[in-house]
């Protein structure tokens, strides 16, 4: 570790179970039983007598995902972005919630705002975690991480788990240490003991395929990788593949906490519920792309932007995804002008099966009222802000 490194101090604060424990704040009749959260349900009502009428899990019948579980349900093997009908078969007695978006963005904005009452310089990394740099504070770090999660808690109603160490790759690792509601501080010295032993695919950026390159190698812990000749790993991932993981190995990390972060692209996108075919489906193909480019609209005004590329994502029957892009001369700002950008690339794609995913994005993104033109100098945005339908 350098100085600098060893020096700093840097948290990993990490939602428990966000949706799902969003969702029990409403339903706490549910708190104990495995519940999952995800596709398009009708919201719980009442029976005649008043009491809720709960889906389960078992009936479902579609093509959804998994959005989140509690941990009950993770308990019975059934995780985030698994398909529902495969969750069927490990809990098919869990209660199925639909989700809504709407209502967890609103308890994130109400937690972030009750963490940087107490710590002002805060990287957003999505609706459930955030980095946090202590390194200026006065507070030592576990009273600190207390304080915190009582901050949360007192804004939220939900718990958190804080992970703190010297650096970003670190502190992410160990905020699952002690999860739910846990606090864990690893100094630089423990990283042999507490880090080393780990599976390789704890590192975040290395995933599945690249922890079965590594598998395939007999590389299967973080001791193992740190201890691997480094030409191996150039000849398998290439120089700078093998740099980082060497580096992240041995638990280096110098990446900052950024604490401004502004879109990179805004899109919207939608899984049908069956596969559509582009002759005999193409009326509701047509309502839901106008739906997308509408949805778009409304996102771009709300942040203030337009952007100059087009892009679309077509996802077909047998799994195969498709992108094209198109890049104009004038500001994106309408859904005519995405619907148009749009068909665009449409236009260039073979339909050749039919299509399960549906998606559209607008990128090159310029703050409205600094730009005229494309070859403008308006600052262009750096952070992926993405809308899920």
């Not at 502190?171 to 507490?194: M, Q, Y």
Request: aromatic share 8%; charged share 25%; glycine share 6%.
């Amino acid at each position: 570790m350098d100085s600098l490194t060893k020096n700093r101090r840097i948290a990993h604060l990490d939602m428990d179970a966000f949706y799902a424990s969003v969702e029990l704040l409403r339903y706490p009749e549910l708190r104990g039983y495995p519940v999952v959260i995800g596709g398009r349900l009708p919201s719980p009502q009442r029976d005649a007598r008043g009491k809720k009428q709960f889906n389960r899990l078992r009936d479902y019948r579609g093509r959804g995902v998994v959005t989140t579980s509690t941990y009950e349900a993770r308990a019975l093997g059934v995780f985030s972005a698994m398909p529902m009908m495969r969750a069927a078969q490990k809990a098919p007695d869990a209660f199925l919630l639909p989700v809504d978006f709407p209502r967890y963005r609103a308890y994130s904005r109400r937690f972030k705002q009750a963490v940087m009452a107490l710590v002002p310089s805060m990287e957003n990394r999505g609706i459930d975690e955030i980095y946090l740099d202590l390194t200026f504070h006065p507070m030592a770090s576990e009273p600190l991480a207390e304080s915190l999660q009582r901050a949360v808690y007192h804004a939220t109603g939900l718990t958190c788990s804080i992970g703190i160490a010297s650096n970003k790759l670190l502190a992410k690792i160990v905020s699952e240490f002690n999860k739910p509601n846990g606090i864990t501080v690893l100094a630089d010295d423990e990283i042999k003991s507490r880090i080393w032993p780990l599976a390789v695919n704890k590192i975040n950026g290395i995933g599945p395929r690249a922890q079965a390159r590594l598998r395939d190698l007999k590389i299967n812990t973080i001791e193992q990788l740190a201890n691997t000749n480094p030409y191996l790993l150039q000849k398998h991932f290439g120089l700078r593949m093998a740099v980082w993981l060497i580096e992240v190995a041995h638990g280096r990390d110098d990446r900052p906490v950024v604490t401004v972060s502004t879109p990179k692209s805004v899109s919207r996108e939608t899984t049908f519920e069956r596969d559509y075919d582009i002759k005999q489906d193409k009326h509701a193909l047509f309502r839901v792309f106008k739906r997308l480019c509408k949805q778009l609209e409304g996102d771009l005004q709300r942040q203030k932007i337009g952007g100059y590329t087009i892009g679309v994502k077509l996802r077909f029957d047998n799994f195969e995804t498709t992108t094209r892009d198109y890049t104009g001369e004038t500001l994106i700002t309408t859904a005519e002008d995405i619907y148009k950008g749009a068909k665009q690339c449409l236009s260039r794609i073979t339909m050749q099966h039919k299509i399960r995913l549906f998606g559209i994005r607008v990128s090159k993104l310029v703050k409205l009222g600094q730009s005229t033109g494309f070859d403008s100098k308006a600052e262009q945005l750096t952070f992926n802000y993405i809308f899920t339908d």
